[in-house]
């Protein structure tokens, strides 16, 4: 269970595609202890700050965000904000 936060500092094994990237968000879902809907914590793939003239990242990491997955794909004038 997480209790105060997401994660709660804890480190979870993210699977790898076949490229040998992580994916770019992570979706951990929580079960609600009374028995609803579970709670999903979404992480997007970041990269850390990189060094140098090139500016090449470091390495990644999975940022939270409270707000869940952003919506993808094209905004179509016809389909409104709500679908």
């Known amino acids: 269970m997480f209790v105060g936060g997401p994660m709660d500092g804890r480190v979870l094994p993210v699977l790898v595609g076949p490229t040998g990237r992580p994916p770019k968000y992570y979706e951990i879902p929580v079960p609600d202890p009374d028995g609803g809907e579970p709670v999903v914590h979404v992480y997007r793939l970041e990269a850390v700050a990189g060094s140098g003239r090139l500016a090449l990242p470091r390495g990644w990491r999975y940022v939270h965000l409270p707000e869940g997955r952003p919506r993808s794909g094209p905004m ?4 409104g904000r709500g679908a």
């Open 76 to 79: 179509w004038p016809w389909r």
